[in-house]
C-alpha cells in the first residue's frame, strides 16, 4: 500500500513539472491552429513560435524559417520507464515565406533519436 502512494505521488509530480504547452507537444494539427496558408504574417509566426534557429534566403525575396524542437527539453525521465513513453523524437517546424512575408507553406517533421 505504501508503494502504491509512493509511485501516485511520482506520478502526480512529474506530470506538473512538463508543461502542457511545450514545443514538444506541437502536433501537425496544434500547428495548423496557429499558421494559416496565405494569411498568417513573419511577426505572427515570431509571436506564437519566437526567434527561428535557421533563416534561409530563397528565391525572389521568399524566405524559409526553421525551429528546431528537441524532444528531451523538457520531458522528466523516470530510469527503467522509458520503454512505457514515447521515444524521443527531434521535430524540425519549417515554414516558408513569400517576398511580402506571408506563410506559404510549412511543414512540421519527426525524427526519432
Do not use: H
Amino acid at each position: 500500500m505504501r508503494w502504491i502512494v509512493i509511485l501516485s505521488i511520482i506520478v502526480l509530480v512529474t506530470c506538473s513539472i512538463i508543461p502542457g504547452n511545450s514545443p514538444q507537444s506541437e502536433t501537425q494539427e496544434s500547428i495548423s491552429q496557429k499558421i494559416a496558408k496565405g494569411k498568417t504574417t513573419k511577426t505572427e509566426v515570431r509571436a506564437k513560435f519566437g526567434e527561428p534557429a535557421l533563416t534561409t534566403a530563397k528565391e525572389r525575396g521568399a524566405e524559409e524559417w526553421s525551429y528546431k524542437i528537441s524532444g528531451s527539453g523538457n520531458a522528466v525521465k523516470i530510469p527503467g520507464f522509458e520503454r512505457f513513453f514515447d521515444s524521443e523524437k527531434n521535430k524540425t517546424l519549417v515554414i516558408a515565406f513569400d517576398r511580402q512575408g506571408i506563410v506559404t507553406n510549412y511543414a512540421l517533421n519527426e525524427e526519432s533519436k
